[in-house]
């Protein structure tokens, strides 16, 4: 069983950062993606921004664009640093593999197939 575990998520005030990170307890080697998503309680989740791990190639909702960005920082491990936070961005940030797939694939953020446990992030004004 694959385990993921994220961690780094706090309250910060409108304008702060913070950086999440996530260790993956297998080895990505190639054609695999790590992403980060979120959920707002209510809402459903969403994909904040992806990395695909051949050729490291990165993607971001529009809505973090600019703001956030996604590091790999070995094959098994991720980061998301988040500057310029808004109250909007206050979520459950949730780390996220899919192993095998395409690029396009990454980009949608879709069918991610392991889940870390969710970190906080709450952003006050």
């Known amino acids: 069983q694959v385990r993921l575990a994220d961690s780094g998520g706090d309250s910060v005030q409108t304008g702060g950062s913070l950086t999440l990170s996530c260790a993956v307890s297998?080895?990505?080697?190639?054609?695999?993606?790590l992403g980060w998503f979120r959920q707002i309680l209510g809402k459903q989740r969403e994909g904040v921004a992806s990395?695909?791990?051949?050729?490291?190639?990165t993607y971001y909702a529009d809505s973090v664009k600019g703001r956030f960005t996604i590091y790999q920082e070995n094959g098994n491990a991720i980061t998301l640093r988040m500057n310029n936070l808004e109250p909007e961005d206050t979520a459950m940030y949730y780390c996220a593999a899919r192993w095998g797939g395409s690029r396009d694939a990454c980009e949608a953020f879709a069918a991610f197939s392991d889940w870390g446990q969710g970190t906080q992030v709450t952003v006050s004004s």
């Open positions: 990395i695909y791990n051949s050729g490291g190639f």
């Open positions: 297998k080895f990505c080697y190639a054609n695999c993606c």
